[in-house]
């Protein structure tokens, strides 16, 4: 099997070290914004505070860069991925036995993280070549397009003035307006829901009820062995979403991330930032898809700008009035302008496929991107027994993983002239 190529260079990004502050706290405004509805739907469903997950998103990015270098412009925030075992603790056995449980989580990417180091990056990567990783891709985005739709179809007049809004703003925008486009479609489709009487009256009243400034609810963590039995498990699984997540990111900028800072440094970065989050009482920390999809249509990769964004989300955790202003968003509006974010996401997984000049006369090559993307949307779970523990391979880490060994066992295809000769 032959190595991947090194990612093809991305556009030119736009001089974001050369942008004055002022652009630079938009940017990061607008990336708070893309991550602000996931990060705070995750607590709500397990029963953690929505303010701690705030906080600790903020807290867990920071962290992430500073331990990988200051050079990946990945946000993390709310795992889906541990939604059911984080419910489940929490109902049973309580907050502080579900943050000890997600703390051993991310002990486990320290584990993976020195496995890594022992056996090389570039064995993992070799397993992640571009008839892999942009199919993977286009799964990530297409995979949360039902996410947006459902979030659209509640009103779709909204949705739409704000996806036009967006669009208009990043083709036919100049200076910041071309730069901001998902916060311009915000901003319009708030606006036009105001106007429309479709902002929720109760929302509105907790925005005038509610304190500007407030410390979040902190729980300290417990050491259960049952929560850990039940929670730290799904790491196996995130542990692939992490690599996937990581090669987009760094697909969209156009650097091989796996390659430096390294994997073993991201993997490192992500299990301690993880901690810090679960030590705070916050649900477990991952990379955002939502944030990647703004570098891809904004073009401005400064990692600067997603360190902005988590100080953002940092104050939206200690003032409930912003948080509440954020939480009255019609899900119209989010859902307009996550059709355009995950779109850009799926069409980086194409842009992948096509610069490796992926041969589809070739029934291998086929195969391997029909089983990616049929297992990966098709809704396909595979049960997983681990240590007594019930998982559940789907979506992108189900589609990584039927890839990774599709392509490992198939046969490399021979040429279309020897098979014709015989």
Not at 126 to 140: A, E, L, R
Request: with cysteine.
């Amino acid at each position: 099997m032959t190595q991947p190529p090194a990612p093809a260079s991305a556009p030119a990004p736009h001089p974001s070290a050369e942008l004055p502050l002022t652009r630079k706290l938009m940017l990061g405004v607008q990336h708070s914004i893309a991550m602000f509805g996931a990060t705070v739907l995750v607590p709500i469903l397990v029963g953690l505070p929505p303010s701690v997950a705030l906080f600790a998103a903020g807290v867990a990015t920071l962290i992430f860069h500073a331990l990988s270098g200051w050079r990946v412009p990945i946000f993390l925030g709310s795992s889906f991925a541990f939604i059911a075992p984080t419910a489940l603790v929490v109902k049973e056995l309580g907050v502080g036995a579900a943050a000890g449980g997600l703390i051993a989580a991310g002990a486990m990417y320290l584990l993976f993280s020195a496995l890594v180091s022992v056996f090389g990056t570039r064995r993992i990567m070799g397993i992640f070549p571009p008839i892999v990783t942009g199919p993977v891709i286009m799964v990530i985005g297409l995979g949360l397009s039902h996410v947006a739709v459902d979030q659209a179809k509640t009103n779709w007049p909204l949705a739409l003035i704000t996806l036009l809004a967006a669009v208009v703003a990043s083709i036919y925008g100049r200076g910041l307006f071309r730069m901001i486009p998902i916060l311009v479609g915000i901003l319009t489709g708030y606006a036009a829901a105001l106007a429309l009487g479709a902002v929720d009256s109760a929302a509105l009243q907790n925005i005038r009820g509610a304190a500007w400034l407030g410390l979040p609810a902190f729980h300290a963590p417990e050491l259960n062995w049952q929560a850990v039995a039940i929670i730290a498990p799904v790491a196996i699984v995130t542990f692939i979403e992490h690599i996937g997540d990581v090669v987009v990111n760094g697909r969209v900028v156009g650097q091989n991330f796996l390659e430096k800072p390294g994997l073993s440094r991201t993997l490192f970065a992500d299990g301690i930032a993880n901690m810090t989050s679960a030590a705070m009482g916050g649900p477990a920390a991952t990379t955002y898809a939502e944030n990647t999809g703004v570098l891809a249509l904004t073009k401005v990769y400064d990692p600067a700008i997603i360190r902005i964004a988590a100080a953002f989300a940092i104050l939206f955790g200690c003032s409930p009035k912003l948080a509440a202003v954020l939480q009255s968003f019609p899900a119209a509006v989010l859902g307009g302008v996550s059709i355009l974010l995950f779109g850009m996401i799926a069409s980086v997984g194409i842009r992948t496929l096509s610069e490796a000049q992926i041969d589809f006369a070739h029934s291998r090559n086929l195969i391997v991107v029909s089983l990616i993307l049929v297992l990966g949307l098709g809704g396909a779970a595979f049960p997983v027994h681990v240590g007594g523990t019930d998982l559940e391979l789907s979506g992108m880490a189900l589609a990584a993983l039927v890839g990774i060994v599709a392509n490992l066992l198939l046969p490399a295809q021979r040429e279309e002239a020897e098979a014709v000769g015989h």
